[in-house]
């Protein structure tokens, strides 16, 4: 039972789903009835096709008598054969080709440098605009604090408070900053 069900993985619903990938429609529905298609189209006409072609020649060329019932066997059972060898060799396509594709692109030092260089740059210009916000919120916390010097005691304890709360990290990274 197990088999049959890696059978019917493999060859069915990773297929659709590989198929289902790489449609163009934008619908669920629509990706759905032109996934069908296609796998319909490319894994069940084609090699029927193909099979039915290779079956008449060998029928034609009497290399299969169509009266012998062991012959028709044993030719099905070899045509079947090769349709699923080539059903495999399709799916294992990526281990043979893309994955030696990927790994030879990661080989690439240029490459993989410049992808570096653009993390790198992304993460710089993220961490800028972090401290940028952080500056602003600063100021606002400075003239916040300077409005409250007049107002009551409470106020400017909670606003001394807040002010230094904010601008010792914010000094200490300003200071980190400029030996940088």
């Known amino acids: ?4 069900t890696i059978l019917i993985l493999n ?3 990773l297929a659709y789903q590989a198929y289902y990938d ?24 084609v ?12 029928v034609g060329s009497n290399a299969v008598d169509p009266n012998d019932a062991s012959g028709l066997s044993l030719t099905s059972v070899i045509l079947t054969n090769i349709v699923y060898e080539s059903f495999l060799m399709f799916l294992l396509s990526y281990g043979l080709i893309g994955l030696p594709r990927q790994l030879w692109e990661e080989a690439n ?15 710089y210009k993220d ?7 952080t500056s602003l919120v600063v100021a606002d916390v400075l003239k916040t604090n300077d409005f409250c010097k007049n107002a009551a005691p409470v106020i400017r304890t909670r606003s001394n408070t807040t002010f230094n709360y904010c601008s010792i990290p914010y000094l200490l990274i300003k200071s980190n900053d400029s030996t940088m």
């Open 127 to 133: 961490i800028a605009e972090t401290h940028f916000n």
């Open 22 to 45: 790489t449609d163009g429609y934008f619908t669920v529905g629509g990706k759905m009835k032109s996934s069908l298609f296609r796998m319909c189209k490319d894994l069940v006409i």
């Open 1 to 4: 039972m197990f088999f049959f």
């Open 109 to 123: 030092y240029e490459y993989s440098l410049l992808k570096a260089k653009t993390s790198a740059a992304a993460a």
């Open 47 to 58: 090699p029927l096709v193909a099979g039915l072609i290779i079956f008449g020649i060998l």
């Open 11 to 13: 060859s069915v619903v």
